[in-house]
């Protein structure tokens, strides 16, 4: 089923494009976020066990993606932006659950932390508390080929890092989306690692506390970036939470393997308290020209 495309205006300030799937039965609505400089395309393996269960809302961010016509890029913008992006379309759309991907946890935690009253439910997908060794080592070597605007180093890099795990197929469309970026998005994503970098504890974790809603944390086995290990700092801070790793899995989940992505898919719908199909339609998609990125 194809989506129904809208853009959405934020505060006078944003234009975001969205894509809208239906479906009829389902009487709840999941808004997925994307990880920087990834496209609504980077959700192509998780819609496929979502959408029979959910309404589903993507979105790209106002620099990324569709929504890049629609948007002036003079300056990044911030990941408190974000989060006040996200909190908009939860309201626009009435969503219920939340599903994060990577740098995507960042806005939705900072989003969750003002309690949004529709969110009943949240994923965490391949983020963590802490910025291990591994971790700066990449966004190191990231912040020099992004503040140098050199697409080819910074896909090169992301594959041989994040992506290592990807199937083949899936780091040529990821080197391809991302060694041709518009000049702006390599500054927007070196403004972002900036800002992360020298967050308290990478994502404020003084202000956790305010999250009242049960969350689940989702990170898979070899993730040394993202580690299952690390994640699970957060059971200090938050009332609720629940942990589960992917097994034989890196930072992508869900896009690595066939049985990562089942995995993944009894993991997130068992916590949302839907029951997973029968069947299973796994295939790697084709749709990636915008890409999976980081």
């Known amino acids: 089923m194809k989506p129904a495309i809208a853009v959405v205006d934020i505060h006078r300030t944003f234009k975001v494009h969205t894509e809208f799937y239906a479906n009829p039965s389902a009487r709840k609505t999941i808004i997925l976020i994307n990880g920087s400089l990834a496209t609504t395309a980077a959700f192509a393996q998780t819609i496929k066990y979502l ?15 569709q929504s890049k016509a629609h948007n002036s890029h003079n300056k990044p913008i911030s990941k408190e932006d974000e989060a ?3 909190l908009e379309l939860i309201e626009h759309f009435q969503a219920n659950y939340l599903l994060s991907f990577s740098w995507g946890g960042v806005a939705a935690m900072l989003a969750l932390a003002q309690r949004p009253a529709r969110i009943e439910k949240a994923v965490i997908t391949s983020f963590s508390p802490l910025l291990n060794e591994p971790m700066l080592d990449y966004l190191s070597k990231g912040m020099t080929h992004l503040k140098a605007i050199d697409g080819e180093n910074v896909g090169q890099l992301v594959n041989s890092t994040i992506g290592k795990y990807l199937p083949s197929l899936f780091k040529r469309y990821n080197h391809r989306h991302i060694s041709s970026l518009d000049n702006h998005e390599y500054l927007q994503m070196y403004a972002h690692i900036n800002q992360v970098v020298h967050m308290d504890n990478h994502c404020q974790m003084e202000c956790l506390s305010a999250i009242d809603i049960p969350l689940l944390f989702i990170n898979g086995e070899h993730d040394e970036y993202t580690s299952p290990t690390d994640v699970r700092l957060f059971a200090k801070y938050l009332n609720d939470c629940q942990f589960a790793t992917i097994n034989n899995a890196g930072h992508f989940l869900d896009m690595e393997h066939k049985k990562a992505w089942l995995q993944s898919q009894t993991a997130l719908l068992n916590f949302l308290q839907a029951t997973p199909r029968a069947h ?13 990125a980081v």
């Open 84 to 86: 006040s992006i996200l």
């Open 51 to 65: 959408q029979p269960q959910f309404n589903v809302v993507l979105y790209d961010q106002p620099y990324a993606g």
């Open 280 to 292: 299973s339609s796994y295939r790697p998609s084709e749709d990636l020209r915008h890409a999976i």
